[in-house]
């Protein structure tokens, strides 16, 4: 990192999706300012840095916004190109896998996961839950491939699926706790199951995870006034 860069990260801290800036962040072994927002009452900072959709994450790099937390993560590893490990391959194809896996993730795990877990009906969290499990099956198989039997789907290090995935690891945990149901099975999919403890222990992961009681706290009050606001 140049003498001259200065990194701030507009954020939440309940926010996977800047858990995994967080992690990429970390694992590059970059310093960066967290400056936490207050998502009720959005600062000028953020609204002026990210206009289209005003929200977090958004990475300062001396002054210019980036936004999307996969964007970012990818703008972290080609402006740091020389810092730290290497979150995408070199290999063009092999690196197009993991942008693949990665938008998989955001576009069928994290809504089945949301649906699963805030869903207004018993019949729209049963659905959810299902197309969860079916999305966790295929990412175990991606694991399987992507890996070449190291430990994470960057292969012998941590890459950009790992990290999308890890910045969920704090509340799949949370849900966890909340619903008794295991979405990491050992014994259906042992891979991912391995994957999680493994990446959790990780210094840059042990940085950037938030506490899962926290999270249970933080998702039981967030549900207690969404509750109270749908009677109102």
Not at 51 to 61: A, D, G, R, S, T
Not at 74 to 99: K, N, W
Not at 109 to 126: A, H, I, N, Y
């Amino acid at each position: 990192m140049a003498a001259g860069d200065d990194l701030k990260l507009l954020g939440a801290w309940a926010s996977p999706f800047v858990i995994r800036v967080k992690l990429a962040l970390n694992f590059k072994g970059l310093s960066f300012e967290n400056v936490e927002q207050d998502l009720s009452n959005k600062s000028e900072l953020l609204l002026r840095s990210n206009p289209v959709h005003k929200k977090v994450p958004v990475l300062l790099h001396n002054g210019k916004p980036t936004c999307e937390s996969l964007v970012i993560v990818q703008y972290i590893d080609e402006a740091f190109a020389g810092t730290g490990p290497s979150l995408l391959p070199s290999d063009p194809h092999e690196r197009a896998i993991a942008r693949f896996w990665a938008a998989y993730i955001d576009d069928k795990l994290v809504p089945s996961w949301v649906q699963s877990f805030r869903g207004k009906t018993q019949e729209d969290r049963s659905e959810g839950k299902k197309h969860l499990f079916a999305a966790v099956e295929i990412l175990e198989g991606a694991l399987r491939e992507c890996s070449k039997g190291e430990g994470y789907f960057g292969g012998e290090s941590v890459g950009l699926v790992d990290v999308s995935l890890g910045g969920m690891i704090s509340w799949l945990n949370a849900s966890e706790v909340m619903s008794g149901t295991k979405i990491f099975d050992p014994v259906k999919t042992p891979l991912l199951a391995a994957w999680m403890e493994r990446f959790r222990e990780l210094d840059g992961a042990k940085a950037a995870l938030p506490d899962v009681d926290r999270v249970v706290e933080f998702a039981k009050k967030r549900a207690a006034a969404a509750a109270a606001a749908s009677e109102n």
